[in-house]
């Protein structure tokens, strides 16, 4: 049995309401999951034989956890100039084109992962192309660094550019294929993946449907609600149903295993079905800024929802959920609400955890967990170490890592406890 220890502050979430916050603290990791942890004194003593890593003054937290974000994007972020639908059309869809080669698949999930790791996200559900081929080349390279990851191949056969689309039952036996060869491999877990209900034909929806039969301990990602034209060509594609959210209803995709990325323009009627059926909401705060889709209401809760935080990287700016916390915090300023820091904290570790259903294997350090951790240094560049060095409480240093912090506040970034991100001996890659 290898023991490692770190020392340094420790902060994590037992609960929406409870951390645990241990400012000279130890972790105790043995053979990649958390034993303990506690004060660093004692468990010194307790476990003479460990290897210790001292990270000073710095913060060690659970690793952030996104829950919506699309590889394939990373060449379209910084996109001019539209909204929603023509941002597909004139960037999106012809940048995943070249996914049908895998080794473009290869390059770029490799480059993705690293990000991620730099960023401090050691676990995201993702969304691969069209192209089988890309969600393999995601899960070789995921499984390469063994990094807890959900990912599923796009399913779209229609309103898409014809190099783009599969067909109903083309995609229904590529996703069963892909789940066959990948979900519970290690680490890696399936998600079935209809892009939206615009590119899917009636037919590819129920295939959907089924595979979420065939297969119940799968995932579904789709998008939902963003933005008001993409609503109203909804409407006119499933004249017979009574929101776009019942689209997806009368196809049987809704529950716990499914998350809704966006869902900005829902009313409070849907948002009640989201409840009654446990369905999972992404909140996408940069993309829903950057394409100008609206202000999500992370507040409103007109009956108890399940909302994550997501990056939606490439409609989203940034990989950092640390900045993803920034621009989820001003939606919540217009909307007259505040997101404090340890709701946001909570949220992108523990809280997308319980969201995607993962809170029994990551999210905390309570013992059993797999070691998924990062350190965070609130002194990342000379100004964010002249703000935080005015921080007289947990609350304040914590507010100022989500407003100014970035990857350069990320030093470290383990994984089932061996480190893939050292920010001090950085010569580019993840080793
Ligand atoms: N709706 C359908 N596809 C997409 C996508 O790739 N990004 C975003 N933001 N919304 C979508
Ligand atoms: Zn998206």
């Known amino acids: 049995m290898t023991l490692q220890i770190h020392t340094g502050q420790i902060l994590h979430f037992l609960s929406a309401q409870t951390h645990e916050y241990i400012p000279s603290g130890a972790l105790v990791i043995s053979d990649g999951k958390v034993l303990t942890c506690g004060d660093k004194t004692t468990l010194l ?8 890593t001292d990270h000073g003054e710095r913060l060690i937290m659970p690793g952030m956890i996104d829950t919506h974000v699309h590889y394939p994007q990373l060449d379209v972020i910084a996109s001019y100039g539209e909204q929603l639908l023509d941002w597909l059309n004139n960037y999106t869809f012809p940048a995943e084109d070249a996914f049908k080669d895998p080794e473009v698949g290869r390059t770029t999930a490799q480059f ?7 960023n401090g996200t050691t676990t995201a559900m993702v969304y691969g192309t069209v192209h089988p081929q890309s969600v393999d080349a995601f899960f070789e390279q995921s499984s390469a660094l063994n990094t807890r990851m959900l990912c599923g191949k796009v399913m779209m056969d229609r309103n898409a550019p014809e190099y783009l689309c599969d067909t109903a039952e083309s995609s229904q036996t590529d996703s069963q294929a892909l789940i066959d060869r990948w979900h519970k491999k290690g680490r890696q877990l399936y998600v079935v993946t ?5 590119t899917s034909t009636p037919e590819q929806l129920t295939a959907a449907g089924q595979l979420l039969k065939d297969n119940p301990d799968v995932y579904l990602q789709t998008h939902l609600a963003e933005n ?16 776009y959210l019942d689209v997806y209803a009368h196809y049987g ?3 716990p295993r499914s998350t809704f990325g966006h869902c900005v323009h829902l009313d409070d ?9 446990g369905s999972r909401i992404a909140f996408c705060p940069t993309s829903n800024l950057f394409l100008g889709s609206g202000l999500f209401r992370l507040h409103h809760q007109p009956a108890p929802l399940n909302v994550s935080i997501a990056s939606d990287v490439g409609g989203g700016t940034s990989l950092s959920m640390l900045q993803t916390l920034n621009e989820a915090y001003k939606i919540c300023q217009l909307n007259g609400t505040s997101l404090s820091p340890l709701e946001a904290f909570y949220r992108v570790t523990l809280g997308n955890a319980e969201s995607l259903l993962l809170d029994d294997r990551i ?20 100004l ?7 921080c007289t409480s947990l609350e304040e240093l914590l507010f100022c890592l989500m407003i100014m912090g970035d990857d350069r506040a990320v030093a470290a970034t383990y994984v089932m406890g061996n480190c893939l991100w050292n920010a001090d001996k950085a010569s580019g890659d993840v080793h």
């Not at 003593?45 to 210790?52: G, L, M, R, S, T």
């Not at 209809?194 to 615009?198: G, K, L, S, T, Y």
């Not at 999210?363 to 990062?374: H, L, Q, S, V, W």
């Open 45 to 52: 003593q307790q476990y003479p034989e460990a290897d210790i």
């Open 112 to 118: 993705f992962l690293n990000e991620l790791l730099k």
């Open 194 to 198: 209809p892009r939206f209900a615009i």
């Open 228 to 243: 008001k034209a993409e609503i109203a060509f909804v409407e006119e594609l499933y004249p017979d149903r009574d929101s």
């Open 253 to 255: 995709l809704l529950g």
């Open 269 to 277: 009627q849907d948002l009640k079905i989201m409840s009654d059926t």
């Open 363 to 382: 999210g905390n350090f309570t013992p059993g967990k797999e070691a998924d951790f990062i350190v965070l240094n609130p002194a990342g560049t000379p």
């Open 384 to 390: 964010m170490e002249r703000r935080s060095g005015k």
